[in-house]
């Protein structure tokens, strides 16, 4: 099962603010190198990355591919709102594979920092 871990901070305004996300271990619904739910997770994650790279100014920490841990990424400075939409759409995109699929093969959590 793929685990995601969100990191959020809550505002004045009652928004949440997401800052980091870690995403663990494997989908398990097909074999490795076929499996669609392990492939749209990586599609998502990386062009996540490679977004907030080229189209913010917003420093950031990540890794990917690294022993049990598939993808790392924390903001290291404010967070534009730009990044923010950023994550945004990563973590909805990530519910609907979770909505879609099942938490047998992803779950999600929200976890306060």
Known sequence: MIQTTVFKKSTDSGN???CGIVIKGHAGY?????????AAVSALAINFYNSVETFTDDGFEGIA????????????SDISPESQLLMNSLVLGLQNIENDYGKSYINIRFKEV
């Open 16 to 18: 949440d603010l997401y």
């Open 30 to 38: 097909a074999e490795e190198g076929e499996d669609i739910i392990c």
């Open 65 to 76: 591919g690294q022993e049990d841990v598939q993808f790392d990424f924390r903001f290291t």
